[in-house]
């Protein structure tokens, strides 16, 4: 089996850290297909759980059949029940359905110490341990389960967990969360009293929440992919001490907050480095704003000698940058960033110039200012590489969506420059300034770090000349 389909049945936690939300993490980081029948919304963060609002019984009986008329379920993982009424329904379902390979984590109380169950409803529960092939209790739970108290060295956990299997008919797993010191075992505990234990170091961190839920989840995941138990445990475990480690760096919540289910997956996930370019120009974007160029072309007070001169540079401009354009093409590494660019030319030779030829009457017969030139020697000098010319040309794209998004929402039909308001906001040009982000995105994950930094440069010198360019007087 490739990707086993594994369901939770369990209560959602907006803060994403357990419950449900960690249950999904948990089955795709650990190669799953997670489904989920929420039993109970809980309000709450990693400091604490305000509130807790449940569906009617009948209702988790409706999403539970409706699920497996449908799919076919690998494996069953089974948190927070809430109240007996959910418990009986669960119950019911699984004597009707008998899904193979279901975990049950006996939720009672929160990480943050607030009741997850019903006090009246842990009678319910007990009666259905015996309906699960793994239990998952800490030790709070274990002792409640067992009637016994809290165990607080190990060897005794690992009797409570003997007799609670040997009890129930079950496997339990022992979970050492809870025991100070610097390791945290866990153990398999069989009806037979058969042991399996497995160790791992304690992470010295405050991200512990939904550690319990994520474990369960990631165990059932497992054992529906390998057929073993030990297997199972001794995978989520290893997994489990990683998303551990990296929890505190997610810097989510002032309390515990969550693990990183995808902490091994991080590294492969690319920087996205236009991004951070775009944000590093925050002061020139800003900048542009404040210009009485553009705050008079939102408001269409500009005077159209301003407009004109603006314009005349600016075909000379675009006649050269469609130059740039070109180079990219030519340069593309692949068929559809060739035909991008060269497309991205044409469009800017013909279309552009529409604009021009209807406001100054065809080709202006100016010469380009100094600032157009610095731009314009910039551009020529991009490179030599594809990714430091697109990083070059890309202010050019976007800094003008951005303006011209904000500026459309001034014009109407009596706006004297509504032709150059609507070329920039067209969503064509949205489009193209999307695919043209997007190329550059790609270019800079395949980058080395000093073509990485060429192109960061390029990007941001081109903001800079975009910036004098508006600010130009005749
Ligand atoms: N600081 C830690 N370092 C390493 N492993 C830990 C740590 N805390 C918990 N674990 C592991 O996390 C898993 C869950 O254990 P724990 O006993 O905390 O369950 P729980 O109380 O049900 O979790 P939850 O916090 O979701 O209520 C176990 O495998 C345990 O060994
Ligand atoms: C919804 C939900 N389920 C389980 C737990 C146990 O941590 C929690 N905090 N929230």
């Not at 153990?187 to 042991?195: I, Y």
């Not at 992919?225 to 475990?237: F, I, L």
């Not at 004297?416 to 043209?436: C, H, I, K, N, V």
């Amino acid at each position: 089996m490739s990707v086993p389909r594994v369901l939770s049945i369990a209560g959602s936690d907006p803060s994403g850290g357990a419950g449900i939300q960690a249950d999904l993490k948990a089955i795709a980081a650990n190669g799953g297909y997670g489904m989920a029948v929420i039993t109970a919304l809980t309000a709450q963060n990693t400091t604490g759980v305000t509130g807790v609002h449940l569906p009617p019984a009948e209702f988790v009986r409706q999403q539970l059949d409706v699920v497996a008329d449908d799919i076919q379920i690998d494996a069953v993982k089974i948190g927070m029940l809430a109240a007996t009424a959910t418990i009986e329904k669960v119950a019911h379902w699984l004597d009707d359905r008998r899904p193979a390979n279901v975990v049950l984590d006996p939720v009672m109380v929160s990480t943050t110490g607030s009741r997850l169950l019903d006090a009246g409803a842990e009678h319910a529960l007990r009666d259905l341990l015996h309906r699960a092939d793994l239990i998952t209790p800490n030790l709070p739970e274990l002792a409640v389960l067992c009637g016994e108290p809290l165990a607080t060295i190990w060897t005794d956990a690992l009797k409570q967990g003997e007799r609670l299997a040997a009890a129930h008919g079950v496997l339990v797993l022992v979970k050492g969360g809870h025991l100070s010191g610097d390791r945290s075992p866990d153990a398999l505990v069989a009806p037979d009293g058969s042991v399996i234990e497995f160790d791992a170091e304690r992470v010295e961190t405050t991200a512990t929440h939904g550690t319990g839920c994520s474990l369960s989840s990631a165990v059932a995941t497992r054992y529906a992919a390998t057929g073993d138990w030990a297997t199972a445990v001794a995978e989520s475990k290893a997994w489990l001490t990683r998303a551990l480690r990296g929890g505190e760096a997610l810097r989510v919540g002032r309390g515990q907050g969550p693990i990183d289910h995808f902490a091994g997956l991080r590294r492969d996930i690319p920087v996205d480095h236009t991004q951070a370019w775009w944000n590093a120009i925050a002061p020139v974007r800003e900048g542009i704003d404040e210009l009485p160029f553009v705050r008079g072309l939102a408001d269409g007070s500009l005077d159209e000698r301003v407009f004109r001169h603006y314009l005349e540079q600016d075909a000379l401009y675009l006649r050269e940058y469609a130059r740039v354009l070109a180079k990219a093409s030519a340069l593309a590494p692949t068929r559809a960033e060739q035909v991008f660019w060269a497309s991205a030319a044409q469009d800017c030779i013909t279309g552009e110039a529409q604009l021009h030829d209807a406001w100054l009457g065809g080709e202006p017969d100016v010469e380009p200012s100094a600032v157009n030139r610095a731009y314009l020697a910039h551009l020529a000098a991009a490179g030599p590489d594809y990714g430091t010319i697109v990083a070059a040309a890309l202010p050019c794209f976007w800094l003008y969506l951005d303006v011209g998004e904000r500026l459309a929402e001034h014009s109407h039909n009596e706006h004297p420059y509504r032709d150059w308001l609507a070329t920039y906001s067209d969503p064509g040009f949205a489009q193209a300034t999307a695919d043209a982000i997007s190329w550059a995105r790609i270019a800079a994950a395949n980058a080395n770090d000093e073509q990485l930094l060429r192109m960061a440069t390029a990007f941001r010198v081109s903001a800079e000349h975009e910036l004098a360019f508006f600010a130009q007087t005749p």
